[in-house]
């Protein structure tokens, strides 16, 4: 018996069912949504044959939805970009499948190879593109999903430095 505490458990606690969460059938944390973008990625059975290349705009399909997310697959041909944006008021995960992507904020240029992950909060201002030589795919999962993504002009690129809305919330996942 322990003297520090009263309380005790008697027995396997997981033999009691009605204490424990039922797994979730959807994504609901930070955490979960990085987990399904990883788990998507390791299967390629579930994008591969669906990636199309267009040289003349980004090419871009809806893989998933649920409630409150949802995820989609783009590819990248050398040269094209996003152009500055945001996402509105939705937060998200952006994980390269194949080829390699650059980011661009205000805080510089970083290089985001294959199975690099990248989680931001609404109002991040970037732009990804392809300034490789090869194609690149990428996933993206949004939550809540994406209902706007305002275009940003350049030059905010390098203006926004001071500004609230320029130091979201980034994080790499590694």
């Known amino acids: 018996m322990n003297s520090d505490s009263d309380l005790q458990i008697a027995g396997d606690i ?14 609901t944390t930070v955490a979960e949504f990085v987990g399904l973008a990883r788990s998507i990625a390791a299967d390629r059975s579930q994008w591969e044959h669906l990636v199309q290349y267009d040289a003349t705009s980004r090419w871009y ?30 937060s998200g995960v952006l994980t390269v499948l194949d080829g390699a992507l650059t980011e661009r904020t205000d805080r510089g240029t970083r290089a985001l190879g294959a199975g690099t992950q990248r989680v931001f909060a609404p109002g991040y201002i970037h ?27 350049q030059s905010q690129l390098r203006s926004t430095a001071g500004s609230p809305v320029a130091h979201c919330a980034v994080a790499e996942v590694s």
Do not use: C, F, I, K
């Open 127 to 153: 732009e990804v593109g392809n300034d490789s030589l090869e194609p690149a795919v990428s996933l993206h999962v949004y939550y809540p999903g994406l209902t706007e993504m305002p275009m940003r002009p």
């Open 14 to 27: 997981l033999e009691v069912p009605h204490l424990l969460q039922p797994p979730r059938e959807h994504p």
């Open 61 to 90: 399909h809806r893989l998933r939805t649920g409630p409150g997310y949802e995820v989609w697959l783009l590819s990248w041909v050398p040269g094209q970009s996003s152009g500055l944006h945001d996402h509105g008021d939705s």
